[in-house]
C-alpha cells in the first residue's frame, strides 16, 4: 500500500489509476540532439545561475467555451482568451528582440520542448537523476528527486505512444532586469499544452507486476512550462515546472 500510495503522489504524467511498459529514450542520444547545457556554467570567469522568478503567468485556456447562451460566462471566456493571446504576441516579440545568441522559431522550440518533456518522464521512470537535472530546472528537479527517495525494490517502466494531439503553445511571458532593453537579465517562459499516450508499469524486486498495465495506454493532457535565460549563450530550453487548468470562476 504504501508503494501505491507513492505511485498516486507523482508528477501527473506518470500518475496511474490502471496498471501500465516502457521503452526508453537512449540519454546519450537525446543529450546529443539538443545538447543540454550544465547546471552551473563558467563564462568568462563568472558562474552564471539559473534565475528563478516562479511561473510568471500560470493563464490556461479552458478547453471548452462556455455556450454563447450563457452570455455572462461566454463573455469572460472570451475576453480572457484575448488579453492572454494579446500578452503571447508581446512576449514572443520580446523574446525574440532579447534573444542575443539564438532566435526564436516556434517549430524548433516545440520539437525540442517535446523531446524534453519526453525525456523527463523517461528520466524520472528509471529514476537517473542526472538526465533529470540536465532537463529540468531547480524546482522541478527538486521536486522530482524528492518523489525518487520514497522508492524502494520497485522498477519503474515507461513508454510513450505519441501524440493525441500536437504540443501547441498556450502562454508566453519575458520578463528580467532591464526592462525593454536588451542588456541585463532576461528570461522566457513558454507553457506547452501536452496531450499524448502513454502507459506505464511498476514492478517489484521479484519483476511482479504490481501497479499499472503494460498493455494499457491512457491519454495524458499536462501543461508544462519551459524557461530559458535570453541572455545566456549557453542555456537552453528547460522544464520549469507544470501548471494546472483551473476551475474557472464567473
Known amino acids: ?132 537535472e540536465e532537463v529540468c530546472l531547480d524546482a522541478m528537479y527538486s521536486n522530482l528527486k524528492n518523489q525518487l527517495k520514497t522508492r524502494s525494490n520497485v522498477t519503474w517502466d515507461w513508454q510513450y505512444h505519441g501524440e493525441v494531439e500536437p504540443p501547441k503553445i498556450v502562454c508566453v511571458r519575458c520578463m528580467g532586469t532591464s526592462g525593454f532593453s536588451k542588456t541585463g537579465f532576461s528570461v522566457g517562459q513558454v507553457t506547452v499544452r501536452m496531450h499524448t499516450k502513454q502507459s506505464m508499469a511498476v514492478y517489484d524486486k521479484k519483476n511482479r507486476l504490481i501497479a499499472g498495465d503494460p498493455h494499457k495506454i491512457q491519454n495524458v493532457r499536462e501543461y508544462v512550462v519551459f524557461q530559458r535565460a535570453l541572455t545566456d549563450p549557453e542555456d537552453v530550453w528547460k522544464i520549469y515546472g507544470k501548471v494546472a487548468p483551473t476551475e474557472q470562476k464567473f
Open 1 to 132: 500500500m504504501n508503494t501505491l500510495r507513492a505511485i498516486q503522489r507523482v508528477a501527473p504524467a506518470l500518475a496511474l489509476r490502471q496498471p501500465q511498459t516502457a521503452t526508453y529514450l537512449n540519454p546519450a542520444f537525446a543529450l546529443g540532439i539538443r545538447g543540454y547545457a550544465s547546471k552551473h556554467r563558467v563564462t568568462e570567469g563568472k558562474q552564471i545561475l539559473v534565475r528563478d522568478y516562479g511561473v510568471i503567468a500560470n493563464y490556461v485556456p479552458p478547453e471548452t467555451t462556455p455556450s454563447v447562451s450563457d452570455f455572462h460566462k461566454w463573455r469572460l471566456v472570451k475576453w480572457r482568451n484575448m488579453r492572454n493571446s494579446v500578452q503571447n504576441m508581446l512576449g514572443i516579440g520580446l523574446i525574440k528582440y532579447k534573444s542575443l545568441y539564438e532566435k526564436w522559431n516556434s517549430g524548433k522550440f516545440m520539437s525540442v520542448a517535446e523531446e524534453t518533456y519526453k525525456d523527463m518522464n523517461s528520466a524520472f521512470a528509471r529514476g537517473d537523476r542526472n538526465l533529470l
